[in-house]
């Protein structure tokens, strides 16, 4: 691959302009919206991942729902769109507040722990990890309405199947769950002294007989520290970085899972806000890195995002079979919205010259014959399906007839030639219309 794409990057090397490769870089998973607070649920063979969502003209921190993202292979996301948002507490009284969550599954069924900055923290439930996500209380599971030090909530069942639940800034707290979920056990704890480096963000779980507890280091700006324990409830020890602080991110938020043999931090940063402005607003941005555990149970340091190889994909992907628009490894300058008549997500705001990346495509030893989209235009355009980069030759070329409308999808097909074997695919917009005259739904080869 050779996308190149020109940026500031004095949070790099210098102030002035340059270029970057990001084709060697570990960039933001998610490019379309801005990210953060990764959550990170590993259920049925898939990673769900559960993120806080800026604004794209937010300055400061203008939050109001909860997005989900998908993957079977670490590298290319599927986009669910907004699963749960403040409106779904009719208790509040601010829109704005919808802080890092939590999603944990239980009996069959989806718990969202959800602060809401300034009235505690609430729950959702769901029979599904994609939603709805109701209020079963109808009030605060945690709210010491004295202070706002109730937020970042996270959620771990141990082997006894005890449910407790950590949060807090800058103290951090802890409280038994009972059964339901969604009731207190007992009293909240508050530890009696400081993780060293503790800040916010905690994230609790237990690996092989050690109980850890990440988080957000002291601000600013915030690394990703951790502390480990033989309890659930510590005393806790701090071991000090798992990634530590840099100028070049201001703000982090960790989420750790293991998935497929693999151990991975996720967390944030401002990556995508600075390929515009290196002007400071809470946009920021999810990134993941796969991390190792030494065999005392520490784990090892790893670098900042921009500075480690892309993660790598632990599966290809399938194209015969219907992939959904907005799944993609990069897609910079596109937007995605849910349709208004329940057909789910499309890809939107496409302009000429942009496109989706998918890695690691599978076209198998007989290759690609057929490309099938179901795409909805105002105006004529193309989609061009190129190989391992942009600017290589076309191996199909679909053009997009007009529809009567952007709410009129319809399935559109063109040849496709020497597609075979595994590689990046690249989904070309060409198009002399404008940015809301074309949205797209799906696709497939045959």
């Known amino acids: ?14 102030s002035t302009l340059g270029t970057v490769e990001i084709s060697a870089q570990n960039m933001p998973l998610v490019q379309t919206k801005y990210t953060a607070d990764s959550a990170p649920m590993v259920y049925n063979d898939t990673v769900y991942l559960y993120t806080t969502h800026d604004e794209d003209t937010a300055n400061g921190f203008e939050m109001y729902d909860w997005l989900l993202y998908t993957s079977t292979d670490m590298v290319n996301w599927t986009d669910h769109g907004a699963v749960a948002s403040t409106k779904d507490f009719v208790w509040r009284t601010r829109d704005n507040g919808a802080w890092a969550m939590h999603v ?69 707290y802890y409280a038994r769950l009972n059964d339901d979920m969604v009731t207190l056990k007992d009293s909240v704890v508050r530890l009696p002294y400081h993780i060293e480096h ?41 071991k000090g970085y798992i990634m530590r602080p840099t100028d070049r991110s201001r703000g982090n938020h960790p989420g750790i899972i293991d998935y497929k043999g693999h151990s991975y931090v996720f967390g944030l ?68 919205e849910k349709l208004a008549d329940g057909r789910g997500i499309a890809v939107t705001n496409i302009d000429d010259g942009e496109y989706i990346r998918l890695r690691g495509v599978d076209f198998g030893k007989k290759g690609a014959r057929r490309f099938i989209a179901s795409v909805a235009a105002t105006y ?67």
């Open 104 to 172: 944990i599954a239980r009996n069959g069924k989806f718990y969202m722990y959800c602060p809401l900055h300034g009235h505690g923290i609430g729950v959702l439930v769901s029979d599904t990890p994609y939603g709805p996500f109701k209020d079963p209380i109808g009030k605060p599971i945690v709210w010491d309405k004295s202070n706002w030090y109730d937020i970042d909530p996270s959620v771990w069942i141990d082997d006894d199947g005890q449910a407790y639940m950590y949060w807090g800034n800058p103290y951090t």
């Open 380 to 446: 004529e355009g193309t989609i061009e399906l190129r190989l391992d980069g942009e600017k290589n030759k076309p191996v199909g070329l679909l053009h997009v007839k007009a529809t009567g409308g952007t709410d009129r999808f319809q399935e559109m097909t063109c040849k496709v030639k020497k597609a075979k074997g595994v590689h990046d695919l690249y989904l070309c917009f060409k198009k002399n219309a404008g940015k809301d005259d074309m949205k797209f739904d799906y696709w497939k080869m045959k």
């Open 269 to 336: 940063n401002y990556d995508i806000m600075h390929l515009q402005t290196m002007e400071h607003h809470e946009r920021r941005s999810v990134s993941a890195s796969e991390i190792t555990y030494n065999a005392d149970g520490t784990i090892q340091e790893v670098p900042y995002w921009l500075d480690q190889q892309p993660l790598k994909q632990l599966e290809y992907l399938n194209p015969y079979r219907r992939v959904e628009a907005e799944t993609m490894n990069w897609g910079y300058g596109l937007k995605t």
């Open 198 to 238: 503790y800040q916010e963000g905690p994230w609790f779980y237990k690996r092989k007989g050690h109980y850890y507890l990440a988080f957000a280091s002291t601000c600013c700006p915030e690394a990703i520290g951790y502390a480990m324990s033989e309890s659930p409830t510590g005393p806790w020890t701090s």
């Open 1 to 14: 691959m050779n996308l190149k794409i020109k940026f500031m990057v004095g949070f790099l090397l210098t």
